[in-house]
């Protein structure tokens, strides 16, 4: 939509959260978004809910009002005066243009390893309008969110949870739910090693989803946690089996991938089949999910870790002082 400039938060947009910065007036409708690091400092707030209870639950409101967002949002329509300039909003929009430029750069990379943004685009080609996906926690939370536009599809994710492993469980219940449909389990290798015996339920009762690893040997997203705050990366390298060879001794259908020109073909053929398959994607383990705005906190914890590993790792050779 021409006025949506992305979403809030570490997966945010860049444009929202310049908004976010310089806005002066916020209205919150039918939520209590509770990472309120992301929201105006300084700016006059409205909060909308239908339960007074929310109001102000997590974020310093103005003005509250109790009742239904849709009635409530009417009546500012028929009652608030039209605001003629259009400039800020006439600025985001352009910074939402050069966002989205940007991604699609990132989806167009033919590089090996594979970028995990490449494999988002893939998805979409062959996604259905209806189709579900269920995505796991990590990194592959950010790719997905970021790179798969969505239309009609349903997505769901453990967003308050963060339930590791979560992804293959999830679209074993959206098939057996809505049979007709595609169904997508969208997940890392440490989610899906965390729950990848259920896929032996899949096949056992007929249930023909499309499991989607992507493959960098990495619970990455930790290792990316551990790095921003300054610390060398310890403890997340896995040691994964060949997932598409699990796949078919399971009785699934299993694919492997590891070039940008294997990756389409993959998701065509896994799409056609009556049977569960896993596509297994090897992608690139240094691809770092960045935020819309790196902090200088963000940025001072990677130099620290960059710096530790020169010395505490013996990657440099010093001089004997």
Same mark, same amino acid.
């Given at each position: 939509?021409?006025?949506?400039?992305?979403?809030?938060?570490?997966?945010?947009?860049?444009?929202?959260?310049?908004?976010?910065?310089?806005?002066?007036?916020?209205?919150?409708?039918?939520?209590?978004?509770?990472?309120?690091?992301?929201?105006?400092?300084?700016?006059?707030?409205?909060?909308?809910?239908?339960?007074?209870?929310?109001?102000?639950?997590?974020?310093?409101?103005?003005?509250?009002?109790?009742?239904?967002?849709?009635?409530?949002?009417?009546?500012?329509?028929?009652?608030?005066?039209?605001?003629?300039?259009?400039?800020?909003?006439? &600025?985001?929009?352009?910074?939402?243009?050069?966002?989205?430029?940007?991604?699609?750069?990132?989806?167009?990379?033919?590089?090996?390893?594979?970028?995990?943004?490449?494999?988002?685009?893939?998805?979409?080609?062959?996604?259905?309008?209806?189709?579900?996906?269920?995505?796991?926690?990590?990194?592959?939370?950010?790719?997905?969110?970021? &790179?798969?536009?969505?239309?009609?599809?349903?997505?769901?994710?453990?967003?308050?949870?963060?339930?590791?492993?979560?992804?293959?469980?999830?679209?074993?219940?959206?098939?057996?739910?809505?049979?007709?449909?595609?169904?997508?389990?969208?997940?890392?290798?440490?989610?899906?090693?965390?729950?990848?015996?259920?896929?032996?339920?899949?096949?056992?009762?007929?249930?023909?989803?499309?499991?989607?690893?992507?493959?960098?040997?990495?619970?990455?997203?930790?290792?990316?946690?551990?790095?921003?705050?300054?610390?060398?990366?310890?403890?997340?390298?896995?040691?994964?089996?060949?997932?598409?060879?699990?796949?078919?001794?399971?009785?699934?259908?299993?694919?492997?991938?590891?070039?940008?020109?294997?990756?389409?073909?993959?998701?065509?053929?896994?799409?056609?089949?009556?049977?569960?398959?896993?596509?297994?994607?090897?992608?690139?383990?240094?691809?770092?999910?960045?935020?819309?705005?790196?902090?200088?906190?963000?940025?001072?914890?990677?130099?620290?870790?960059?710096?530790?590993?020169?010395?505490?790792?013996?990657?440099?050779?010093?001089?004997?002082?």
């Amino acid at each position: 939509h021409p006025l949506c400039i992305g979403g809030l938060g570490l997966i945010g947009t860049k444009p929202s959260y310049e908004a976010m910065k310089h806005a002066d007036t916020l209205i919150m409708v039918g939520t209590s978004y509770p990472f309120t690091g992301f929201l105006p400092e300084k700016a006059k707030t409205i909060h909308i809910d239908t339960d007074p209870a929310q109001i102000g639950k997590r974020y310093v409101t103005d003005i509250g009002l109790a009742g239904d967002a849709d009635k409530t949002l009417k009546w500012f329509i028929e009652n608030v005066e039209k605001h003629e300039d259009h400039s800020f909003l006439e &600025h985001h929009q352009e910074m939402m243009k050069k966002w989205e430029e940007k991604l699609h750069n990132q989806e167009d990379d033919t590089s090996t390893p594979i970028k995990p943004q490449r494999v988002m685009h893939a998805l979409q080609q062959v996604a259905h309008d209806d189709a579900i996906l269920s995505v796991d926690v990590g990194n592959v939370t950010v790719w997905t969110a970021r &790179h798969f536009r969505m239309t009609n599809q349903q997505f769901i994710i453990s967003s308050w949870l963060a339930t590791l492993g979560c992804g293959l469980p999830g679209a074993l219940a959206g098939k057996i739910a809505f049979p007709d449909k595609q169904v997508f389990a969208v997940c890392g290798d440490g989610g899906f090693g965390m729950t990848m015996n259920d896929f032996v339920t899949a096949v056992k009762y007929k249930l023909p989803i499309v499991v989607v690893v992507l493959n960098n040997n990495k619970i990455a997203m930790i290792k990316f946690e551990q790095e921003v705050m300054g610390n060398i990366e310890f403890g997340t390298d896995l040691t994964n089996p060949d997932f598409a060879k699990y796949a078919e001794a399971c009785g699934g259908i299993g694919y492997r991938v590891e070039n940008v020109d294997e990756l389409l073909p993959a998701f065509e053929n896994a799409v056609k089949q009556n049977r569960p398959c896993i596509i297994d994607i090897v992608v690139d383990a240094n691809e770092a999910p960045m935020p819309a705005k790196i902090t200088f906190g963000q940025a001072a914890g990677y130099t620290k870790h960059m710096i530790k590993e020169l010395f505490e790792e013996g990657k440099i050779d010093l001089p004997p002082l």
